[in-house]
């Protein structure tokens, strides 16, 4: 079936610098690529999305990159702060009704 | 602007009792969607309601049902829990079933089988 992989499942960075995770996914025909946030207890928030017509999205210190030949789209974050330690998950549409998440990355900013 | 709300926040069964988790959205979304999050496997979606009056199964619908009881609300119900359903639960909305739209989380419920 369709999935979703997400690397690294960890990731510990110093405060100040940038953080990026990846995601791979397998339906070609997948055209909407959103990230979310979840703090620690809390609900997962959608950060930022991209579609597949274009190739980067900003906001602020986030962005997310995507590559259709490779199938592949990144989430960036500059500047990390202590309040971006969360879980980020990426997800991509299967199937036109559902949506596949990857598993996840915990993000520690060490202050 | 509650956004998705799910009730109960937490709860503690004993192996084969019966429960029903509540989702309601005030956004006029017209799909909902139930997930399990357990650690390191992500969100797993085990029933969607594309619209008011159809329920579809997603990746793990094994010991689960579902009811749209109307445009606003969307249940979960087990029938005989199990410990394998530990789990913590989210009910999620979107303004149509077309997975190119961002979904809206409610708290998720944290629920302990016994």
């Known amino acids: 079936g369709e999935n979703v992989e997400q690397h690294p499942s960890t990731l510990s960075v110093q405060e100040g610098d940038s953080a990026v995770i990846k995601c791979t996914y397998s339906?070609?025909?997948?055209?909407?690529f959103p990230w979310y946030k979840q703090e620690l207890g809390k609900r997962p928030q959608l950060i930022i999305d991209?579609?597949?017509?274009?190739g980067e999205k900003k906001d602020q210190r986030i962005a997310v990159t995507l590559n259709k030949t490779a199938k592949h789209f990144s989430l960036h974050i500059t500047e990390t702060q202590p309040e971006d330690s969360a879980v980020y998950f990426c997800?991509?549409?299967?199937?036109?009704?559902?949506?596949?998440f990857g598993a996840g990355t915990r993000l520690f900013v060490k202050a | 602007n509650a956004g998705v709300t799910q009730t109960p926040k937490f709860q503690v069964l004993k192996t084969g009792q019966s429960m029903t988790l509540q989702c309601a959205q005030d956004?006029?979304?017209?799909?909902m969607y139930w997930y399990r999050q357990d650690p390191g496997m992500g969100l797993r979606l085990i029933y969607y309601?594309?619209?008011?009056?159809?329920?579809d199964k997603g990746e793990v619908p094994n010991g689960y049902n579902v009811s749209r009881l109307n445009k606003r609300e969307f249940s979960l119900r087990l029938e005989s829990a199990a410990p394998s359903q530990t789990s913590v639960y989210f009910c999620?909305?979107?303004?149509?079933?077309?997975?190119?739209?961002?979904?809206?989380f409610g708290d998720g419920t944290r629920l302990s089988i016994l």
């Open positions: 309601s594309a619209s008011e009056g159809t329920t």
């Open positions: 997800a991509a549409p299967s199937g036109g009704f559902k949506t596949i």
């Open positions: 339906d070609s025909a997948s055209n909407y």
């Open positions: 991209i579609r597949s017509n274009v």
């Open positions: 999620a909305s979107s303004h149509t079933w077309d997975s190119n739209q961002p979904q809206h």
């Open positions: 956004m006029n979304h017209n799909s």
